[in-house]
C-alpha cells in the first residue's frame, strides 16, 4: 500500500514537537510492515529536499505557510494517482485534501487549536484563527478521522465530526524498571516548548509560593522559544534567580536524565493533544501535576500518576506541588507512574492505526 502523509513539519524540522515524533513512529512501524510511504512537508533553511529517513521517503518544498500551496502543486504534477490513501494532519492549518485530492483520505488531528489562537496571536488575528478553525474543520467532518485521546475526539464530536478513531501514543524508550534517585533539594520541572500557550509563568508563580515554604526547592525549566526572555523576567521579579535554572534545549538522554531526578513534571498548558511529556517523565518515574484540560486531563489519572488541579490557576498548582513534597505515598506515586508507561508502546500504537488504514 502506497501512502503520502502531509503535514507541515516532519522529523527533522527545526521546530518539530510531539507530533510530528507520532507521525515518525507510526509512518517508521508501517515501513517495517511493507507500506511505501512519502512524507510531504515545509523546508527551511539548509534542508535537503529530498532525503530518507528509516525508510520513509521526506520531500520538502515551501515554508511555514507556503507548504500549503506547495503541497497542491505537488499533488497535481507528481502525487495524483500514485497513492492509495492520503493522510491530511492537521497541527493548526489544514491542507484542504478534501476540496482537491481524489485518492481515499484520512485526517490525523492531535487537538483543536481552540482557545490557542488568544494565546499566540493578537487580536483580531486570534479571532480570525478561532474562527478560521470552525470553519474549515467542516470540510472534514466525513472523512475518517484520527486522533490521540477522548478528550480531542470529544472535540470533534461536538463539531459533527462522524469517524472518529484513538489512535494512541507510545514511547521510544522503555520506562525503567525502578524508581531513580531523585535529587536532595525538591525539584519541579517544566519540558516543553517556551510559548505562551504553555503557561510556564503560571508554573513559576507556583513554584514561588512553594520556594516560600521550602527554601531549598528548586525549578528546572526544559526548552526554548521565544517566551523566554519574559520568562526570565518574571523569575527576576519574584525573586527566584538562584533557584530557577534554564537549560534550553537539551538532549534526549540529558532530558531523561532530569526528569528522572525531578520529583514532580508541571504542565500547564492551554490545552494538549495528550501531553507526551507527562507520559515520557512516568517512564522515569516521575508523578505529574496538571491543568484540568484537553489532552492532560487524559495522560494523568488523578492521584495515581499525579494530579490534576481543581481550578487551572497557579494558586491550586502550588498546593499540589506543597502537599506533594509531603506526601508519604510518594514513593507509591512514582511506582504507578513507571507501571502506567509500560502500556505504551509504538508497535502497538501502530497496530492500531494500520487497522484505520485497512478499513479505509
Known sequence: ????????????????????????????????????????????????????????????????LSVYWNAYKYYKKMFKGNFDIVIDQINTIPFFTP??????????????????????????????????????????????TITISNSSKSDLMRLGFKDVKIVPVGLSFKPLKKVPKKNKDFTVLFVGRL??????????KAFSKVSDKNKKARLQIVGSGVYELQLRSLVNKLGLLNKVKFFGFVSESKKKELMGKAHIICVASKREGWGMIVTEANACGTPAIVYNVPGLRDAVHDGYNGFVAKKNNPESLSDLM????????????????????????????AKEFEKVLKNV
Not at 12 to 36: N, S, W
Not at 195 to 204: A, E, G, P, Y
Request: charged share 25%; with cysteine.
Open 322 to 349: 506543597i502537599n506533594l513534597s509531603d506526601n508519604k505515598d510518594y514513593t507509591k506515586l512514582c511506582m504507578n507512574s513507571l507501571n502506567y508507561a509500560i502500556k505504551f508502546d509504538w508497535n502497538i500504537a
Open 195 to 204: 510559548k505562551k500557550s504553555k503557561r510556564v509563568h503560571d508554573v513559576i
Open 99 to 144: 476540496l482537491f485530492v481524489k485518492e481515499k483520505k484520512i485526517s490525523l488531528i492531535f487537538q483543536l487549536a481552540h482557545n490557542v489562537w488568544f494565546s499566540e496571536l493578537s487580536f483580531p488575528l486570534s479571532l480570525v484563527g478561532y474562527l478560521a478553525e470552525l470553519f474549515y474543520l467542516n470540510l472534514y467532518r466525513n472523512q475518517k
Open 1 to 64: 500500500m502506497n501512502i503520502l502523509m502531509l503535514s507541515w513539519k516532519d522529523i527533522k524540522h527545526p521546530f518539530k514537537g510531539g507530533a510530528e515524533v507520532y507521525t515518525h513512529e507510526m509512518l517508521k512501524q508501517l515501513v517495517k510492515k511493507g507500506y511505501k510511504i512519502t512524507w510531504f512537508g515545509s523546508a527551511w533553511s539548509g534542508c535537503k529536499h529530498e532525503e530518507v529517513i528509516d525508510g520513509i521517503k521526506i520531500i520538502r518544498a515551501g515554508s511555514f
